[in-house]
């Protein structure tokens, strides 16, 4: 008897994703598979793997300061009450 299932979407698709990653070494087609898979399947947990894929490679490409930036301007932004954009921050 055979037991083995089919893989489901997400699971396709993360493997598809993974490939443009590491095999293919292209960052910039794998966020953007990554990103198709948090947004078409969101409660999979391939969903849960590409978000930490996609930190993975913010980290590689984005320079510390400047993701510390981002970070703290996206925080200000939200608790600012009038949701008015902070002044920039500079780190």
Known sequence: MDTQRE?????????????SHYGGRDPAAALRAYERIVTQ??????????????????????PAAELLAAKLELALRALRPDGATPAPVGV
């Open 41 to 62: 399947h969101p409660e999979a947990p391939e969903a849960g793997y590409a978000r930490a894929q996609i930190d993975n490679i913010v980290h590689q490409v984005v």
């Open 7 to 19: 893989p489901s979407a997400a699971e396709r698709q993360y493997a598809a994703a993974h490939e």
